[in-house]
């Protein structure tokens, strides 16, 4: 049974940075991209950024572009997200997410929740003013 369980988040005042973890069970991990969505109270699940299946893709909304940073880890099946000067209105519930990657599929092309099969627990991170 596939599992992506998270770890991280928090309460952080803004300007100030945070480490969300997820970790891939029962996945062949390496044949999937990785991706963090996050969600406010009142409003749809939106993309984060996405990391394509060996690390050396990635793609960011434009709201984190340059404050935050996907990585991963193949060797133990880990996915990070670094938050850095956050902002009140990133203030969300935070969800790791997974899908298979085809030879023919770009980063680009992960962008919607219907892409991902897998999802994690969800998070909390809350950034205060």
């Known amino acids: 049974q596939v599992q992506l369980v998270q770890s991280g988040g928090g309460l952080v005042q803004t300007g100030g940075s945070l480490r969300l973890s997820c970790a891939a069970s029962?996945?062949?991990?390496?044949?999937?991209?990785m991706a963090w969505f996050r969600q406010a109270p009142g409003k749809e699940r939106e993309f984060v950024s996405t990391v394509n299946w060996s690390g050396g893709h990635t793609f960011y909304a434009d709201s984190v572009k340059g404050r935050f940073t996907i990585s991963r880890d193949n060797a133990d099946n880990m996915v990070y997200l670094q938050m850095n000067s956050l902002k009140p209105e990133d203030t969300a519930v935070y969800y790791c997410?997974?899908?298979?990657?085809?030879?023919?599929?770009?980063?680009?092309?992960?962008?919607?929740?219907?892409?991902?099969?897998?999802w994690g627990q969800g998070t909390q991170v809350t950034v205060s003013s």
């Open positions: 029962a996945l062949p991990f390496s044949s999937y991209a």
């Open positions: 997410a997974a899908a298979y990657q085809s030879g023919l599929t770009g980063v680009k092309d992960l962008t919607e929740v219907q892409d991902y099969g897998y």
